[in-house]
């Protein structure tokens, strides 16, 4: 079955850096693009990051343009999420998300807070 798991959400100083994992099992992780997205209390999820199944296109919205990085390392099944200059508004728990044979998966999310 298909599995994603996140890790590396913690409580962070703005301005500070992150780096989130999503390790994948369950499908052919290279074929399948990954996502990252974003719940806050009280807002709207939000997609923060994609990669294409090989590694060569990604795409950001303009909230996050500049300071996040989503990679993947197809040999280890996981995507990654590099997040620098953090801010308050980041705050909420992150997912990572595929499409497999037509069906959305997601994990259970990994908590980040930007707080002094």
């Known amino acids: 079955q298909v599995q994603l798991v996140e890790s590396g959400g913690a409580l962070v100083q703005p301005g500070g850096s992150l780096r989130l994992s999503c390790a994948a099992s369950?499908?052919?992780?290279?074929?399948?693009?990954m996502n990252w997205y974003r719940q806050a209390p009280g807002k709207e999820r939000e997609l923060v990051a994609v990669?294409?199944?090989?590694?060569?296109?990604?795409n950001y919205p303009d909230s996050v343009k500049g300071r996040f990085t989503i990679s993947r390392d197809n040999t280890k099944n996981t995507v990654y999420l590099q997040m620098n200059g953090l801010k308050p508004e980041d705050t909420g728990v992150y997912y990572c998300s595929a499409i497999v044979i037509g069906t959305i998966y997601r994990g259970q999310g990994t908590q980040v807070t930007v707080s002094s």
């Open positions: 990669i294409s199944h090989g590694g060569s296109s990604t």
């Open positions: 369950g499908f052919t992780f290279s074929s399948v693009a």
